[in-house]
């Protein structure tokens, strides 16, 4: 994208979009060092705007990865992944074997959203490459309002009070972490930006409170349908040093598994929602 595209925030912050509503590149900023207070407000205003914004060659630590998150909010500890260092246990690995077990049959759903599971799920997420594979292994994020917009008409006033599980009982079960299914509103109103959005993890089985399974059922596969719509999607080619922030309230995302074998690693760093979720902590 050419220079023209770039937007200067201040003087060395620079933005360059990926694609009309989501996804942009910035440029011009340390995640290494404490950002100032400018820096937060914008790297926060521009996580709204763009919903998943990207860093490259920030070649930091797993402590500096976990502060850089801890500038937007409280972190929370996922009780299933594996931690790399105990000292850090906000810092979770999401290794290649456990996520192909964790999401199987791309047909079935790798399209998902972080901790849907919980009564307020995690808004915020930040992926660090660790180890990659030469070619492959990238992550694509598809926008959920505009998901939601693409629907006809007819489908939107069927589903605008309709509530759907996210079921990640069975994971839970393994590790002794007692946690009822829950049911959450299918369309929801992001809290900031006051977009309706479709809320639905493909991961854990959802099914819609009160419909019949088959009604149900087709429901969700017309919904899959939509999020592999290329035209809601932005698709992110990791590199080493590259960090990924997004919004778990306003996509999801999906981990595109071409690799064969190799051990690709990454590591992430979960913000939790809380009964004041969206004011930035002076």
Not at 133 to 160: C, F, K, M, Q
Not at 174 to 194: D, F, M
Request: avoid cysteine; aromatic fraction near 10%; charged fraction near 25%.
């Amino acid at each position: 994208m050419g220079a023209e595209h770039a937007i200067d925030l201040e003087q060395s912050l620079v933005v360059t979009p990926l694609e009309p509503t989501l996804g942009a590149e910035i440029s011009g900023i340390d995640l290494s060092r404490p950002l100032t207070a400018a820096q937060r407000d914008q790297v926060h205003a521009l996580l709204l705007k763009h919903k998943v914004i990207f860093f490259r060659d920030q070649h930091i630590t797993s402590a500096q990865q976990v502060a850089f998150a801890r500038q937007f909010g409280e972190l929370y500890v996922h009780p299933t992944t594996e931690k790399q260092d105990a000292n850090l246990p906000e810092a979770h690995l999401i290794l290649a074997e456990d996520a192909r077990l964790s999401y199987g049959d791309a047909r079935k759903g790798r399209w998902h959203t972080d901790t849907s599971w919980m009564l307020k799920p995690t808004y915020g997420a930040v992926l660090r490459a660790v180890s990659l594979p030469a070619v492959g292994g990238d992550t694509v994020w598809a926008d959920s309002g505009l998901v939601y917009r693409g629907l006809p008409p007819e489908v939107r006033e069927r589903i605008d009070n309709a509530f759907v599980t996210h079921n990640f009982k069975s994971s839970l079960d393994r590790v002794g972490y007692p946690y009822p299914i829950l049911a959450h509103p299918l369309v929801r109103t992001h809290p900031e930006t006051g977009e309706d959005a479709l809320f639905i993890n493909f991961s854990m089985s959802p099914q819609i409170i009160g419909w019949s399974q088959e009604d149900s059922q087709a429901l969700v596969a017309l919904l899959l349908r939509e999020y592999s719509n290329p035209e809601y999607h932005v698709r992110f080619k990791w590199t080493e040093g590259a960090i990924a922030f997004w919004d778990n309230r306003a996509l999801l995302h999906y981990p595109v598994y071409n690799y064969g074998d190799f051990a690709r690693v990454m590591e992430r760093v979960l913000i939790a929602d809380d009964d004041i979720p969206h004011r930035l902590r002076r």
